[in-house]
């Protein structure tokens, strides 16, 4: 308790932390594309998709040995299902992104998996969606300023396991220096992946969690020439600026974030899972 009321929860402290991260509306009604639309390339299957990073290996180990169903929350192109076919036979993709679902679904037949899809918001879209052995979201978190119902959502959507992973800090903060540069934008640093640890234990889930070294890029991702419309999409820069913007990441380059933090945790799903046709 402080003179001013209640101490901040962790939940309170992380939703301050993320909203902290809104760019100023007048930079982002300027810019000439979204700053937080990602390429379908950069999240589909391919050669370079890790079978054995740790947050496979957590879900795997929890997986029925045949037959097993996965839950992927914010599943992009499916390259986090991947490493989990096998054991996992049943697949059901979440993105609110209609182009991921479809990168997802090519993926799971490719896989030769069962597969369905949801379109929408976590956990909006929660009531429509059936629950599996394992839920899985990867890289979504720090999108999320209203953590609790999302983790809840995920939590009694998983019989077994819930398996996150997620960048041990913001992954904008790769472009602080330049957003300081081109905007004179000085930008947060939190959270990090132990803040994501506190708000899952205040909820008394009592997460293990690991950090370990940030899995393959995509081809798309690791495409150098992918660079700069990437970060000119990020800065809210326009075209034009191609050329200086080149020229300053070839001094400063970003400081992508190079370890990922996976968190595990029981479900509490007691729903029969439904067979997908």
Do not use: K
């Not at 101490?7 to 509306?25: C, G, V």
């Not at 290996?57 to 992009?76: F, S």
């Not at 949801?118 to 890289?139: E, K």
């Not at 809210?236 to 190079?258: I, N």
């Amino acid at each position: 308790m402080t003179d001013d009321g209640p101490e901040p929860t962790a939940a309170d402290r992380w939703r301050a932390s993320i909203e902290a991260w809104a760019l100023p509306a007048e930079i982002v009604e300027a810019a000439p594309e979204s700053p937080w639309r990602h390429d379908v390339q950069r999240f589909a299957v391919d050669d370079t998709v890790d079978r054995d990073n740790q947050s496979a290996r957590w879900a795997r180990d929890v997986l029925p040995p045949v037959g097993g169903t996965v839950l992927d929350v914010g599943c992009g192109g499916g390259r986090s299902i991947a490493p989990l076919v096998p054991p996992a036979t049943e697949v059901i993709g979440v993105d609110r992104v209609g182009a991921m679902l479809d990168e997802f679904l090519e993926a799971a037949a490719r896989a030769g998996v069962a597969r369905r899809t949801v379109h929408g918001a976590w956990p909006d879209v929660l009531p429509s969606t059936p629950p599996a052995d394992v839920a899985i979201c990867h890289h979504v978190l720090f999108d999320v300023a209203d953590v609790v119902p999302f983790v809840v959502g995920l939590t009694v959507s998983a019989r077994l396991a819930v398996v996150v992973e997620v960048p041990i800090r913001h992954p904008m903060s790769a472009w602080n220096e330049a957003f300081e540069h081109f905007w004179g934008l000085r930008r947060p640093t939190g959270p990090e992946h132990v803040d994501l640890v506190a708000v899952v234990r205040e909820l008394g889930l009592d997460p293990e969690y690991a950090v370990a070294a940030r899995r393959p890029l995509s081809r798309f991702a690791a495409d150098p020439a992918n660079l700069v419309p990437v970060a000119r999409r990020r800065l809210c820069l326009s075209p034009d600026r191609d050329a200086e913007l080149a020229a300053w990441l070839a001094d400063h380059p970003p400081a992508f974030v190079d370890q990922v933090a996976t968190l595990r945790w029981p479900g509490a799903a007691d729903e029969p899972v439904q067979p997908i046709a």
